[in-house]
Protein backbone atom coordinates (compact mmCIF):
# COMPACT_ATOMS: atom_id res chain seq x y z
CA UNK A 1 0.00 0.00 0.00
CA UNK A 2 3.15 2.14 0.50
CA UNK A 3 4.22 1.59 -2.21
CA UNK A 4 0.96 2.76 -4.15
CA UNK A 5 1.12 6.08 -1.91
CA UNK A 6 4.25 6.62 -3.69
CA UNK A 7 3.63 5.99 -7.08
CA UNK A 8 0.46 8.02 -7.14
CA UNK A 9 2.23 11.23 -5.27
CA UNK A 10 5.03 11.28 -7.51
CA UNK A 11 1.75 11.05 -10.51
CA UNK A 12 0.28 13.66 -8.94
CA UNK A 13 3.30 15.97 -8.99
CA UNK A 14 4.50 15.04 -12.03
CA UNK A 15 7.94 14.02 -10.99
CA UNK A 16 8.98 11.58 -14.29
CA UNK A 17 12.78 11.67 -13.57
CA UNK A 18 12.37 9.37 -9.73
CA UNK A 19 12.33 5.78 -10.60
CA UNK A 20 10.30 4.27 -7.75
CA UNK A 21 11.78 1.51 -8.22
CA UNK A 22 15.16 2.84 -6.74
CA UNK A 23 13.39 3.77 -3.46
CA UNK A 24 12.45 0.12 -2.70
CA UNK A 25 15.96 -1.47 -2.26
CA UNK A 26 15.77 -2.64 1.03
CA UNK A 27 19.19 -3.49 1.25
CA UNK A 28 20.57 -0.66 0.23
CA UNK A 29 18.45 1.53 3.02
CA UNK A 30 19.87 -0.57 5.57
CA UNK A 31 16.88 -2.15 6.27
CA UNK A 32 14.27 -5.81 6.32
CA UNK A 33 10.58 -6.03 5.66
CA UNK A 34 8.21 -6.55 8.22
CA UNK A 35 10.05 -5.19 10.72
CA UNK A 36 10.23 -1.85 12.61
CA UNK A 37 7.23 -1.59 14.87
CA UNK A 38 7.13 -1.97 18.78
CA UNK A 39 4.50 -1.88 20.73
CA UNK A 40 3.12 -2.54 24.45
CA UNK A 41 0.17 -2.49 26.43
CA UNK A 42 0.21 -2.92 30.10
CA UNK A 43 -2.09 -2.93 33.53
CA UNK A 44 -0.55 -2.60 36.40
CA UNK A 45 -2.74 -4.75 38.52
CA UNK A 46 -4.93 -2.08 40.20
CA UNK A 47 -6.07 0.57 38.57
CA UNK A 48 -3.87 1.80 35.21
CA UNK A 49 -3.38 0.90 31.87
CA UNK A 50 -1.02 2.23 29.31
CA UNK A 51 -0.24 1.84 25.79
CA UNK A 52 3.01 2.78 24.05
CA UNK A 53 4.10 2.45 20.24
CA UNK A 54 7.32 3.18 18.47
CA UNK A 55 7.86 2.73 14.70
CA UNK A 56 10.90 3.57 12.21
CA UNK A 57 7.86 4.31 9.73
CA UNK A 58 6.98 3.31 6.22
CA UNK A 59 10.08 2.84 4.10
CA UNK A 60 10.96 4.94 1.83
CA UNK A 61 8.46 7.76 3.36
CA UNK A 62 8.10 11.15 2.31
CA UNK A 63 10.25 13.76 4.68
CA UNK A 64 8.35 15.10 6.75
CA UNK A 65 5.32 12.45 6.48
CA UNK A 66 4.37 11.95 9.95
CA UNK A 67 2.11 8.53 11.07
CA UNK A 68 0.00 7.61 13.40
CA UNK A 69 1.94 6.44 16.52
CA UNK A 70 2.64 10.00 17.83
CA UNK A 71 -1.20 10.93 17.21
CA UNK A 72 -3.62 9.50 20.09
CA UNK A 73 -6.33 7.88 19.18
CA UNK A 74 -4.91 6.93 15.59
CA UNK A 75 -1.92 4.51 16.26
CA UNK A 76 -1.87 4.59 20.29
CA UNK A 77 -4.63 5.38 22.66
CA UNK A 78 -5.07 4.43 26.68
CA UNK A 79 -7.71 4.97 29.20
CA UNK A 80 -7.90 3.80 32.69
CA UNK A 81 -11.66 3.48 32.15
CA UNK A 82 -11.79 1.22 29.27
CA UNK A 83 -8.53 0.00 26.80
CA UNK A 84 -4.98 0.28 26.11
CA UNK A 85 -4.05 0.08 21.91
CA UNK A 86 -0.78 -0.19 20.32
CA UNK A 87 -1.36 -0.30 16.77
CA UNK A 88 0.80 -0.65 13.55
CA UNK A 89 0.08 -0.37 9.85
CA UNK A 90 -0.68 2.13 6.95
CA UNK A 91 -0.59 5.20 9.25
CA UNK A 92 -2.47 7.45 6.82
CA UNK A 93 -5.74 4.52 7.27
CA UNK A 94 -5.24 4.38 10.89
CA UNK A 95 -5.40 7.92 11.23
CA UNK A 96 -8.80 8.37 8.71
CA UNK A 97 -10.27 5.74 10.63
CA UNK A 98 -8.95 6.51 14.45
CA UNK A 99 -8.69 2.84 14.96
CA UNK A 100 -6.90 2.79 18.22
CA UNK A 101 -9.46 5.24 19.90
CA UNK A 102 -12.45 3.40 17.82
CA UNK A 103 -11.46 0.23 19.67
CA UNK A 104 -11.52 1.53 22.61
CA UNK A 105 -14.81 3.03 22.43
CA UNK A 106 -15.72 -0.37 21.32
CA UNK A 107 -14.56 -1.64 24.51
CA UNK A 108 -15.77 0.66 26.89
CA UNK A 109 -19.40 0.24 25.42
CA UNK A 110 -19.13 -3.23 26.38
CA UNK A 111 -17.35 -5.30 23.61
CA UNK A 112 -14.28 -7.73 23.80
CA UNK A 113 -11.39 -6.44 23.13
CA UNK A 114 -10.63 -9.52 20.75
CA UNK A 115 -14.04 -8.29 19.22
CA UNK A 116 -13.35 -4.86 19.15
CA UNK A 117 -10.23 -5.04 17.52
CA UNK A 118 -11.73 -7.35 14.65
CA UNK A 119 -14.19 -4.50 14.03
CA UNK A 120 -12.33 -1.55 13.67
CA UNK A 121 -9.66 -3.18 11.41
CA UNK A 122 -12.62 -4.28 9.38
CA UNK A 123 -13.97 -0.83 9.51
CA UNK A 124 -10.44 0.76 8.94
CA UNK A 125 -10.47 -1.35 5.98
CA UNK A 126 -13.92 -1.52 4.64
CA UNK A 127 -13.58 2.03 5.45
CA UNK A 128 -10.35 3.91 3.82
CA UNK A 129 -8.33 0.44 2.96
CA UNK A 130 -5.36 -0.21 4.44
CA UNK A 131 -3.66 -3.19 6.34
CA UNK A 132 -1.95 -3.90 10.04
CA UNK A 133 -2.76 -4.64 13.34
CA UNK A 134 -3.56 -3.91 16.95
CA UNK A 135 -3.04 -5.56 20.36
CA UNK A 136 -5.51 -4.21 22.91
CA UNK A 137 -6.30 -4.90 26.91
CA UNK A 138 -8.91 -3.86 29.18
CA UNK A 139 -9.15 -3.02 32.67
CA UNK A 140 -10.10 -6.64 33.22
CA UNK A 141 -7.04 -8.04 32.02
CA UNK A 142 -8.34 -9.25 28.77
CA UNK A 143 -6.69 -9.51 25.72
CA UNK A 144 -6.93 -8.71 21.78
CA UNK A 145 -4.69 -9.59 19.39
CA UNK A 146 -6.14 -8.95 15.64
CA UNK A 147 -4.48 -8.16 12.18
CA UNK A 148 -5.45 -8.10 8.72
CA UNK A 149 -1.97 -7.69 6.86
CA UNK A 150 0.28 -10.44 6.02
CA UNK A 151 2.44 -10.26 9.02
CA UNK A 152 2.46 -8.73 12.15
Sequence with gaps: RSRQLLEDYLREHNITQ???NSLW??????QTPGHGTVGAV???????????????????K???????????????FADNENAAVSCTGTG????????????????????HP??????????MSNRVGGDGGAIVLDKSGN????WNSEMM
Excluded: C
Design 25 to 30: DWEEMG
Design 62 to 76: LPGRVGDSPGVGHGV
Design 114 to 123: QVAATAALEY
Design 143 to 146: IGIQ
Design 18 to 20: LDP
Design 92 to 111: ETFMKAGVARRIASLVENGQ
Design 42 to 60: VFDGIANLAAATSTGGITG
